[in-house]
């Protein structure tokens, strides 16, 4: 099947994303502290320190979002509660950062982060939940007929013979 590769590849993916947010901010911060730059009169050293503070968050963010990957890799079962709701947040920063990349990078950056996007909703897709799409047989009537299914519709009166 293809639900473990995608969910190692995602973890991988998001590992390497956490160690290149935090470099990233890190070098910023150093930049900033350097060259003693000041954004509208913000002082430099809270500036550098927030941006190192912040890159270290964000890392721990998308490395807490690899964990979930890769336990749902280990176990071979779909993310449930706050790791569904970890990746689903990790596929809506990745939109949000593939637009941003498209306005401000260029395409590369925005393919890449569209591909990472697609990988989390592969992910989720492919560990999707079969009885809730309300197709199975517990809610087919007796008759084969589609049944209510639903737990407050009364059963169905027997019919006599």
């Not at 913000?42 to 190192?52: A, N």
């Not at 990746?87 to 925005?110: K, Q, T």
Request: net charge neutral.
């Amino acid at each position: 099947m293809v639900r473990r590769p995608v969910a190692w590849i995602v973890a991988v993916v998001l590992f390497v994303e956490a160690l290149g947010v935090v470099g990233l901010n890190w070098i910023l911060g150093t930049v900033v502290d350097n060259q003693q730059m000041s954004l509208a009169g913000l002082d430099p050293d809270v500036m550098s320190t927030s941006s190192k503070v912040g890159g270290f968050v964000f890392g721990l963010y998308f490395v807490l979002c690899g964990v979930v990957a890769l336990l749902v890799a280990l176990r071979n079962r779909p993310p449930a509660g706050l790791g569904r709701v970890l990746l689903i947040s990790a596929a809506v920063v990745h939109a949000l950062l593939g637009a941003f990349a498209w306005g401000l990078m260029g395409r590369p950056e925005f393919v890449f982060m569209m591909v990472v996007l697609a990988l989390i909703v592969l992910l989720l897709m492919t560990y999707d939940r079969q009885g809730e799409s309300g197709s199975g047989p517990a809610d087919a009537a007796p008759d084969g007929t589609k049944g209510g299914g639903s737990p407050l519709t009364p059963p169905q009166a027997p019919s006599t013979p």
